[in-house]
C-alpha cells in the first residue's frame, strides 16, 4: 500500500439529505456512474419499472428489488431511508475485481498485476464496514420468521397485528412456496424484524462475507469521499482496462512488465484531495 493515507470522510449513502426515494435513487446511479439502462441490466429490473422508481411513482418496493437494487448500487438494504449502513455489498468496481481473483483462469502474471493494483491505491481510512452477500435462489426468510417467532412464543395472531400485517399475509411469508409468494414488501420484513427483536440482515439471511485485501481497498478507494469524482471516473476507466487485459487469455506478462503497466495506467488516474483543515473554534 502507498504511504499516504487521508480521513474518511461519510459515504454518500450515509450523508442525511432531504431527498425524495427517487432522487435519493438517481444520485446512488450517478456516483458509480451508470445509466438508467445499465443499473436496470445490473439489477435484472425492467428499464420501465426502474424510471417508476426514480419519479417516485411506485411503492412498496418488494424485498428481492430492494436486494437487487442495493447489490448492484454497492450500498446496503436500508438506501430508500437514507440510513448509514455499515453493512454493504461491494462496490461495482470492487465486485468485477473479485470476480477476477475467484476465476479459476487468471494467470500468475494477472495475480501479479492485481498486487500492482493494490500497492498505488492510496490508504484510505478503513470505514468499518462489513461485507455483505446473499442467494436469491435460496429464500429461507419464511423459515427464519417461524422459527424466531416460535423461540419467543408469539403466535401469528400476535407477530401479524404488531407488523400491521393481516393474519393470513403473514402465514403466506412464513410458507412462501406454498403460497408462491416470490417478492413480498420490504416494508412487511421491516415492521416483523421490529416485533420478533431481530436484524432485518438475518431476517432475510444476508450472509456476512470476507474479501481479499485488494478488493477491499479497491471498494474503500470508490466509496471515499476524498477521491475526486473525476478522479474515480479515469480509476473507473483504469479498471475496466486492466479487466479487459485479465480476460485476454494471450495476457501473459513477466511481473515487471506488469508493474510498468500498472505504474502507466494508474498514477495519472488517482489523485487524492487533502483532508480539509479542522475548525478553529
Same mark, same amino acid.
Given at each position: 500500500?502507498?504511504?499516504?493515507?487521508?480521513?474518511?470522510?461519510? %459515504?454518500? #449513502?450515509? *450523508?442525511?439529505?432531504?431527498?425524495?426515494?427517487?432522487?435519493? @435513487?438517481?444520485?446512488?446511479?450517478?456516483?458509480?456512474?451508470? %445509466? *438508467?439502462?445499465? !443499473?436496470?441490466? #445490473?439489477?435484472?429490473?425492467?428499464?420501465?419499472?426502474?424510471?417508476?422508481?426514480?419519479?417516485?411513482? /411506485?411503492?412498496?418496493?418488494?424485498?428481492?428489488?430492494?436486494?437487487?437494487? /442495493?447489490?448492484?448500487?454497492?450500498?446496503?438494504?436500508?438506501?430508500?431511508?437514507?440510513?448509514?449502513?455499515?453493512?454493504?455489498?461491494?462496490?461495482? #468496481?470492487?465486485?468485477?475485481?473479485?470476480? =477476477?481473483?475467484? %476465476?479459476?483462469?487468471?494467470? /500468475?502474471?494477472?495475480? =501479479?498485476? !492485481?498486487?500492482?493494483? #493494490?500497492?498505488?491505491?492510496?490508504?484510505?481510512?478503513?470505514?468499518?464496514?462489513?461485507?455483505?452477500?446473499?442467494?436469491?435462489?435460496?429464500?429461507?426468510?419464511?423459515?427464519?420468521?417461524?422459527?424466531?417467532?416460535?423461540?419467543?412464543?408469539?403466535?401469528?395472531? *400476535?407477530?401479524?397485528?404488531?407488523?400491521?400485517?393481516?393474519?393470513?399475509?403473514?402465514?403466506?411469508?412464513? +410458507?412462501?412456496?406454498?403460497?408462491?409468494?416470490? +417478492?413480498?414488501?420490504?416494508?412487511?420484513?421491516?415492521?416483523?424484524?421490529?416485533?420478533?427483536?431481530?436484524?432485518?440482515?438475518?431476517? &432475510?439471511?444476508?450472509?456476512?462475507?470476507?474479501?481479499?485485501?485488494?478488493?477491499?481497498?479497491?471498494?474503500?478507494?470508490?466509496?471515499?469521499?476524498?477521491?475526486?469524482?473525476?478522479?474515480?471516473?479515469?480509476?473507473?476507466?483504469?479498471?475496466?482496462?486492466?479487466?479487459? @487485459? &485479465?480476460?485476454?487469455?494471450?495476457? +501473459?506478462?513477466?511481473?515487471?512488465?506488469?508493474?510498468?503497466?500498472?505504474?502507466?495506467?494508474?498514477?495519472?488516474?488517482?489523485?487524492?484531495? /487533502?483532508?480539509?483543515?479542522?475548525?478553529? @473554534?
Amino acid at each position: 500500500m502507498a504511504t499516504e493515507r487521508v480521513e474518511q470522510s461519510p %459515504s454518500p #449513502e450515509a *450523508q442525511t439529505e432531504t431527498l425524495t426515494r427517487g432522487e435519493r @435513487l438517481i444520485k446512488l446511479r450517478a456516483d458509480i456512474g451508470l %445509466s *438508467q439502462r445499465e !443499473l436496470a441490466l #445490473e439489477a435484472s429490473l425492467s428499464q420501465a419499472y426502474l424510471c417508476e422508481l426514480e419519479r417516485n411513482e /411506485a411503492d412498496n418496493e418488494g424485498y428481492l428489488t430492494t436486494i437487487a437494487l /442495493a447489490r448492484a448500487l454497492g450500498v446496503g438494504i436500508n438506501f430508500w431511508e437514507s440510513q448509514m449502513d455499515q453493512r454493504v455489498f461491494l462496490r461495482p #468496481e470492487a465486485r468485477s475485481i473479485n470476480k =477476477i481473483i475467484q %476465476s479459476p483462469f487468471t494467470t /500468475a502474471p494477472g495475480v =501479479i498485476l !492485481l498486487a500492482n493494483i #493494490e500497492s498505488v491505491i492510496p490508504e484510505l481510512e478503513d470505514p468499518n464496514l462489513t461485507y455483505i452477500e446473499c442467494c436469491l435462489k435460496d429464500q429461507r426468510f419464511g423459515e427464519i420468521i417461524s422459527l424466531l417467532r416460535r423461540i419467543q412464543g408469539l403466535t401469528q395472531e *400476535q407477530v401479524a397485528r404488531g407488523a400491521g400485517l393481516s393474519q393470513g399475509y403473514l402465514s403466506q411469508l412464513e +410458507n412462501p412456496e406454498k403460497h408462491n409468494l416470490i +417478492n413480498p414488501s420490504m416494508r412487511a420484513f421491516q415492521e416483523i424484524a421490529l416485533i420478533l427483536r431481530t436484524d432485518i440482515h438475518d431476517l &432475510l439471511d444476508l450472509e456476512q462475507i470476507h474479501y481479499p485485501d485488494v478488493v477491499v481497498h479497491v471498494d474503500r478507494l470508490f466509496r471515499s469521499d476524498q477521491i475526486p469524482p473525476e478522479s474515480k471516473k479515469r480509476a473507473r476507466a483504469v479498471i475496466n482496462s486492466l479487466i479487459d @487485459l &485479465l480476460k485476454d487469455p494471450t495476457f +501473459n506478462r513477466s511481473g515487471q512488465e506488469s508493474t510498468t503497466l500498472t505504474q502507466q495506467l494508474w498514477p495519472s488516474s488517482v489523485t487524492v484531495s /487533502a483532508p480539509s483543515p479542522p475548525l478553529l @473554534l
